[in-house]
């Protein structure tokens, strides 16, 4: 802009002032990340996916949370009070967090976003996040209403959550999006549209600015973020690649600044290209098959479920077909989980012609043979590598055991859907991730009474030795329980754990504050950006 020259008269006296040119501002940095597949919510009460959870620690904050190398935090609070029995918790909150509105995170937030997580009507698929609040499960079961849940705010700032019973793990629970607050106002004026861009407040250090489907997710900064401040990355753009490839191909470009994966097929090619930008890491992730117990052929017949699980042969799925660091399963929970020593099936020392002999045996022992296979069927979802996977597992159930298997190709929703009518499934493909760093995380599926309790497993003594392990106040006790329980469950074989997952990204060299942890959580809040070459 040219300069121009201006009088001003003050006081009497003729100045020449010069106008400055505009300075303009600082680029915006921007963080480029990718999403495997479109979040299916962004409300915290609707949401189910890693996906939709990796966008929500953007965009809001619970009581707690985790550095980035995984170390629990408080976040919304900014310090607890526990009683001595482990049955109160006073949380003392934030008083300068805001809403993205402007208004105060209260108390009353937490209150009501309690209440509508564990709502019947809300349908969460979390809402065991807080079954051991107290009367949560006669809420969720419809016996009791909202209102009756164990928590209350006893200050502006001041939330008092009371347990059923002893959760030793309740800080880390907190830190799953379920348990972020909404905010009221909002959810009642916009309804079902609550959480689209214009409509959803953010209390975390980025906002929703707009979402195009089934292509990306544009966050921008949260003015009105406590930590804005110390918030490096101004705008987070989490793109939906839905392909490997593509999805390598458009970080090779320059993109995308951090990948969600790593195709299986360009994995040793990128480990030699970008040794230095190639992060994996132990993940709490299982692959696993699960059995449908609760028709024939495997309700009453674990001999049959044991034989399928000894005639896989763990080790060459991990090399050959998915290839890249993950670690062949002989147990149910991963390592790396805090102060934990995983179990392990009676067959994990057995080398492969063992394993196989013995197989046979079972196999024999349930009743089936060569001259009369077992007929199953095994569902998977649509997926290049769960179809290797399917296709040489039944090559080895062939070959072992001479038992010929039909595979059957879903969708993924069909699949989960059929999972949980558990009327037309026998063995079928999923995955489980802990949703925090303790081995109950994995366990409780298992419980009787869990709502992810996909296999139709019910027995008493694991049922008590989770309780026991639950009223321990003694680490090593609840430890002890822990893992009685899970020596109960593999004795059982209610499922087929096949491989330990490990976490694949590309991280650019210009991503600053990257740090690997077994939750696989990273924070944008977290990260900054080097000025590009």
Do not use: C
């Amino acid at each position: 802009m040219a300069l121009i020259a201006l009088l001003v008269l003050v006081a009497g006296i003729t100045l020449l002032v010069e106008e400055l040119p505009e300075v303009p501002p600082p680029p915006l940095s921007v963080l480029n990340r990718s999403l495997a597949t479109e979040p299916e919510s962004l409300d915290p009460h609707k949401v189910r996916t890693k996906q939709a959870g990796d966008v929500l620690r953007d965009i809001g904050e619970g009581l707690t949370g985790y550095t980035e190398s995984g170390e629990l935090i408080g976040t919304g609070a900014e310090r607890w009070e526990i009683s001595e029995d482990g049955l109160t918790y006073r949380f003392f909150l934030r008083p300068d967090a805001r809403w993205s509105t402007g208004d105060a995170v209260t108390a009353e937030d937490y209150v009501y976003s309690f209440r509508r997580l564990i709502d019947p009507a809300t349908a969460a698929f979390f809402a065991e996040v807080l079954i051991d609040v107290e009367n949560a499960a006669a809420i969720i079961s419809g016996d009791a209403p909202p209102e009756a849940l164990g928590a209350e705010a006893t200050g502006e700032f001041e939330l008092t959550v009371r347990l059923a019973r002893r959760v030793p793990y309740f800080l880390s629970l907190l830190t799953n999006p379920a348990a972020y607050p909404v905010h009221a106002e909002s959810v009642r004026k916009y309804g079902e549209a609550y959480a689209r861009a214009g409509n959803l407040p953010s209390n975390g250090a980025y906002k929703l600015g707009n979402w195009v489907i089934g292509s990306v997710i544009e966050l921008v900064r949260n003015d009105m973020y406590r930590e804005n401040a110390n918030t490096a990355i101004d705008a987070v753009n989490h793109h939906v690649v839905t392909d490997g490839v593509a999805e390598l191909n458009r970080y090779r470009a320059g993109e995308l600044d951090i990948t969600s994966n790593v195709p299986p097929e360009a994995f040793a090619e990128v480990r030699r290209e970008r040794p230095g930008e190639l992060r994996v890491s132990p993940y709490l992730s299982v692959y696993f098959y699960g059995f449908n117990l609760t028709r024939p052929p495997f309700r009453d017949n674990a001999a049959l479920r044991k034989a399928l699980s000894m005639a896989i042969d763990r080790e060459e799925l991990v090399e050959k077909i998915t290839g890249r660091g993950e670690q062949a399963a002989y147990g149910w929970v991963p390592p790396g989980v805090h102060d934990y020593e995983p179990r392990q099936f009676f067959y994990a020392s057995l080398d492969k012609e063992e394993r196989e002999a013995a197989a046979v045996r079972m196999y024999n022992e349930a009743g089936y043979g060569r001259d009369q296979p077992a007929e199953i069927e095994l569902r998977y979802n649509t997926a290049d590598v769960t179809q290797r996977i399917a296709l040489a597992i039944q090559a080895m159930w062939r070959d072992v055991l001479g038992l010929e298997v039909k595979l059957i190709n879903e969708e993924q929703q069909v699949l989960l859907s059929n999972i949980r009518a558990m009327q037309v499934t026998q063995v079928f493909r999923l995955a489980w991730t802990g949703d925090y760093n303790d081995a109950n995380s994995f366990l409780y599926l298992f419980r009787s009474d869990s709502p992810s309790n996909l296999f139709g497993y019910r027995n008493e003594e694991f049922d008590v030795l989770l309780e026991q392990a639950a009223n321990q106040t003694d680490p090593t006790r609840r430890r002890f329980f822990l893992e009685e329980a899970d020596r109960v469950l593999l004795s059982d074989h209610p499922v087929i754990p096949i491989y330990f997952y490990v976490s694949k990204h590309l991280v650019s060299p210009r991503v600053r504050g990257w740090g690997d942890n077994v939750l696989d959580y990273h924070y944008s809040q977290y990260l900054s950006l080097a000025a590009k070459p």
